[in-house]
């Protein structure tokens, strides 16, 4: 039976919902940002005339787009607001949150589902993260390739199977790459052009059925092999965290494997390119020599790629 499972790193916390040893679905949560689900009283501090939006400034300090907005607000003025959807970061600007007036109690956004346990069972983040890093997914005959656009994650369908039998075969990985990556919003896939139109209608029919249970609208392949899907977008993407920033999930990464360190020694030693030891904040290493309970050291190889940070103990 499938179960949602959470560990609570440094820097994030990660779920994953398992089914007998198989990663179905993933969530990568980093914290101090507005997230979907927080209700919250904040300062309306922009507004066009006539307009039912605006932009709110929240008790942490960040700010959100607001929709929805009742005649009577006025800028200066509290409103309560609940978060609808957190802030995405694209390359060379930041989207921000979005929000909208609520008669809701102030709450928390709510934490990832699941169980808390100290560790993923081996190999099961490290499978999701690698592919969320490569932003590349391999199955029989193809690879999916899956990139994130300021408007839109499109994934691209590539092989030496022919059309029908290498569309038909990307269906299954497709659909399991979008729940494991954690997509949503707007997603474009590049499917090999299928010129007859019971081809597409076969792989029409077969992507409705991978996709059961996941909620979307979904439009008919085109001639040109395009299908194109809309799901409720809350937060950024395994996928779009990854891609988006890059130093710091390698940091994270890293982290995360000096925390597991079992072998003996009073130290740690992390060896990193140094843009990714850069983007760890005090307070990341101070927790980690506190779960460790040993001394942190560093060492900066500009040879090693941002992914490949390690750790080891080392006696005193």
């Known amino acids: 039976m499938a179960e949602w499972l959470v560990e609570a790193g440094i820097g994030e916390t990660r779920a994953l919902l398992v089914d007998r040893g198989e990663v179905l679905a993933a969530r990568l949560d980093w914290p101090g940002r507005l997230a979907a689900g927080l209700v919250e009283d904040a300062i309306l501090i922009a507004r066009a005339a006539g307009s039912r939006r605006g932009t709110a400034r929240f008790a942490n300090g960040e700010e959100a787009l607001v929709d929805q907005l009742p005649v009577d607000a006025q800028e200066g003025a ?9 802030a995405l970061a694209e390359a060379g600007r930041l989207k921000r949150a979005q929000a909208r007036p609520t008669g809701d109690a102030p709450c928390p956004a709510p934490s ?12 099961l983040w490290e499978e999701v993260w690698g592919e969320a890093w490569d932003g590349s997914v391999d199955f029989a005959g193809g690879t999916l390739t899956i990139s994130p656009t300021p408007a839109m994650t499109v994934i691209d369908i590539d092989g030496d199977l022919p059309a029908r039998s290498l569309a038909l075969a990307a269906v299954a990985p497709l659909a399991a790459s979008i729940r494991r990556l954690d997509l949503a919003g707007s997603i474009a896939i590049d499917f090999p052009t299928l010129a007859d139109k019971a081809d597409r209608q076969a792989v029409d029919t077969a992507l409705a059925a991978a996709l059961q249970g996941w909620p979307h609208e ?11 899907l809309v799901a409720r977008l809350e937060r950024p993407s395994l996928l779009h965290r990854l891609a988006m920033n890059r130093n710091r999930a390698a940091a994270l990464m890293l982290l995360r494997r000096a925390e597991q360190v079992r072998d003996p020694g009073s130290q740690l030693l992390l060896t990193a390119h140094p843009d990714v030891r850069h983007a760890v904040i005090p307070e990341w290493e101070t927790e980690l020599a506190r779960r460790a309970g040993r001394a942190i050291r560093w060492q900066d190889d500009t040879g090693l790629a941002p992914e490949s940070g390690f750790a080891q103990a080392l006696q005193s």
């Open 218 to 228: 979904r439009t008919a392949m085109n001639g040109f092999g395009l299908v194109h």
């Open 112 to 123: 990832p589902p699941g169980k808390i346990i100290p560790c993923f069972p081996a190999g």
């Open 78 to 86: 509290p409103i309560r607001l609940k978060v609808t959807r957190s």
